[in-house]
């Protein structure tokens, strides 16, 4: 682990042995015992995946609440970038003899270096326009943009996409196989599952839906497994595609994705930037 996401972790922004007292240490149990030297050697690396799966996962339970802080962001940099380019409207429109009032301030009074002026200002004021146009894009597509299912052969199984990134945990982990779990026993309530594999599912599932069941982790998991069959994947993580910011913007750009009035707007403004970059746009409607 990294000084710095120690540092995280010792803040107690993410404490897994005081938010998942039961799941966490059963967790790290059971990984101890199919593969002692993964924990010894990876602990880090188990508490922090977990932390980045259950804390992530868990906010999703109160998307609006995130979602809406995200959007309100998105709406401020936009107010900042027409704000930003109000002032820029009204600089040029500004009568002349201010204009001289204002480079003879700035002449007299240099903000950074004696050589700084009124043309120096309004560049960067381009700038941060060009700055709250990129953040208010950034916003949106770190967003827009989420983990699914690969393919499309099988109605999609609530908890799937987490199921999956647990078995992928499991067997980077302790360097074993997940195998095929048994379905509790007939008139057998037992809450825990039989296998290791499946229980660690069971419980890394626990701790983003507590309503979640051995039965549900059994059907899940026997889904994944046959996916990754009828796939010939070599790992679950390829059996869920999480598209990068790459992948967000070519879809933007290329027709792939229908484009709001929302989505066109932030084209434009990313076309903005681009040609403010490079000179040029090398986007064409």
């Known amino acids: 682990m990294t000084p710095d ?16 007292p039961n799941e966490y240490p059963a967790m790290c149990a059971i990984v101890s015992k199919v593969a002692p030297s993964a924990v010894a050697r990876e602990n880090d690396q188990l508490r922090y995946e977990l932390a980045d799966f259950a804390y992530g996962y868990s906010r999703d339970r109160l998307a609006t ?90 109605p999609r199984l ?19 196989k997940i195998v095929t ?3 509790p026993a007939p008139g057998k309530n037992k809450p825990e599952a039989v296998q290791p594999s499946t229980e660690f599912v069971r419980l890394g599932l ?23 069959r009828q796939n010939r994947a070599a790992t679950f993580s390829e059996l ?8 967000g913007l070519s879809a933007l750009f290329d027709g792939s994705i229908e484009l709001t009035d929302e989505l066109r707007d932030l084209k434009k403004l990313f076309e903005d930037w681009h040609q403010a970059k490079a000179g040029v746009s090398d986007y064409e409607d």
């Not at 700035?106 to 700038?127: I, K, V």
């Not at 869920?240 to 992948?247: F, K, N, Y």
Request: aromatic share 10%.
């Open 5 to 20: 996401l120690e540092r995280f972790f010792q803040s107690g922004a993410f404490d897994l042995e005081r938010d998942f």
């Open 65 to 154: 609440e995130y979602r809406k802080q995200a959007s309100d962001l998105e709406d401020k940099a936009k107010e900042l970038f027409d704000t930003l380019d109000s002032v820029l409207q009204m600089m040029e429109s500004l009568d002349s003899y201010y204009n001289c009032r204002l480079v003879e301030f700035m002449r007299m009074n240099p903000l950074l270096g004696a050589d700084y002026g009124f043309g120096h200002l309004d560049r960067d004021l381009e700038h941060a326009k060009m700055v709250a146009a990129y953040l208010r894009l950034a916003i949106h597509m770190a967003g827009h943009f989420e983990a699914r299912p690969s393919g499309r052969s099988r």
């Open 158 to 176: 609530p908890q799937f996409v987490p199921a999956v990134r647990l078995m992928d945990l499991w067997e980077r982990l302790t360097r074993t």
């Open 181 to 183: 779990p048994k379905s």
């Open 240 to 247: 869920v595609e999480i598209p990068s910011v790459l992948e």
């Open 206 to 228: 626990k701790m983003i839906d507590s309503e979640i069941t051995a039965a549900n982790t059994v059907t899940l998991i026997k889904r994944a497994l046959t996916e990754r």
